[in-house]
């Protein structure tokens, strides 16, 4: 009798340990970026325009997008733009001399793995992987520039984002035209 009052309890204590395991595990998976802050760096201001850039390293990858991003090949550098005039200005992603890449090709290398987090725990891992997958997408989307992107910056407003390219394509400096939208003048920096 004793032996079988055991067993269950063993039986039953491994139940528990299992149906922790698996309420636990799925919460290990998660992604907390932080919001973009204005960088520190050196400003070029022209015409009422003040665009700072700031080259990330892997720790402001992990702080801004909570992920390693230099390590897939894509260097991140922020620009932070602050139109002091009263007109709107036109950033577009064709008018910055560096080769950008596509936001999508740098997401789709950070996306959690649906297939592996779903053998690994159990189905639910997946489920939670899938909702990571969209708050990667959904963070990416208001952070950054891409590829084929244009971007207004209203009167006295700023412009805070960050753009990609490959780490090979990558050069310390580059231009950036801005567009005033109704007079369609250019307002060429080098950084």
């Not at 998660?30 to 919001?35: A, F, G, I, L, S």
């Not at 960088?39 to 201001?45: C, L, S």
């Not at 725990?121 to 708050?135: P, T, V």
């Not at 407003?157 to 250019?186: A, C, H, W």
Request: glycine fraction near 4%; aromatic fraction near 10%.
């Amino acid at each position: 009798m004793k032996k079988y009052i055991n067993l269950i309890n063993k039986k039953i204590g491994f139940l528990l340990l299992a149906l922790t395991f698996i309420l636990i595990l799925p919460h290990c998976a998660k992604y907390k970026p932080q919001r973009l802050h204005q960088p520190n760096g050196i400003n070029h201001e022209k015409n009422d325009i003040e665009i700072t850039k700031y080259v990330f390293c892997e720790d402001d990858c992990k702080k801004y997008f909570d992920r390693k991003i230099i390590t897939k090949g894509y260097q991140p550098i922020q620009l932070f733009i602050r139109n002091k005039t009263n007109k709107i200005l036109l950033i577009d992603s064709n008018d910055i001399t560096l080769p950008l890449v596509p936001v999508k090709n740098v997401v789709n290398k950070l996306h959690r793995d649906v297939g592996w987090d779903a053998t690994k725990y159990f189905i639910i891992g997946g489920f939670r992987a899938i909702e990571i997958n969209k708050q990667i997408d959904e963070d990416f989307s208001q952070k950054t520039i891409g590829y084929d992107d244009i971007i207004k910056i209203k009167p006295n407003g700023t412009f805070n984002r960050v753009m990609f390219v490959t780490r090979e394509n990558y050069t310390s400096s580059f231009g950036i035209t801005l567009i005033e939208q109704e007079s369609k003048e250019k307002i060429n920096f080098d950084l």
